[in-house]
């Protein structure tokens, strides 16, 4: 879910940016698969790419994919850790989460006797989403107006000025169809009766007709119905 978000604002980042910018886009299928990550950077540094970036732990095989280019190849951080490492030279800026925004409004709905039902985010306007630069990096890559641009988008974000499109609901039908036609689908993480089931349907019929620690990638039409083969799962995605 996470992953998939901030690859979208990425990519919103840079069409504002530069709407002329090509985007290159690959998954590693994996969270910690560093030698593919590192791969997969090296591929697109091949096909012409300047600015790389990528999420979760296996984003270091990347960032150091990038740190062994010498000049003019730069990476974008999801992790505020990435500043200080050696390859951190590399890194314009990074993001960061801040968790403690949501375990201090947890306990305080709790004690006001909230004891669940809602979505508690994290966000710039409760400190639970951060954004830093590199204070070492050349100011004829990171210009005074790159920051004076990031932090007015930063600030319009906090106040709510900046609205991004997104979907508050969560449409059966459209999900069941989609994984009929073995199409991904990401179900962020808002609970609701019907997300629930889609989720305790999948799981029941993937644990019964699957070994557990084989996942064959087979994509069969009659999936949903017949089950005869099995799918990888994990996450909220499906």
Known sequence: GDAARYTRGFKLGVAK???KAEILLAHTGSFGDFVKASELAQTQLKAGADVLTGSSQQALGALRAVAEKKAGIWWVGQDLNQLKIPEGAKVIAAAGYNYSAVVEALIAKRQ?????????PLRF???GFNYEFNAKMDPKVLTPAIKKAV?????DL???KLKLARTTTFDFEK???????????IVFRHWSQERDYLHGAFAERFFRFCEVR????VRSPGLWDGFKGCSPSGASVL
């Open 17 to 19: 940016a530069n709407p």
């Open 112 to 120: 006001s006797g909230v004891l669940g039902g809602e979505s508690l």
């Open 125 to 127: 306007a409760n400190g």
């Open 151 to 155: 932090d007015k988008a930063r600030a």
């Open 158 to 160: 906090k106040a709510g």
């Open 175 to 185: 999900a069941r169809a989609a994984i009929d036609a073995g199409i991904p689908v």
């Open 214 to 217: 084989r996942y064959p990638r």
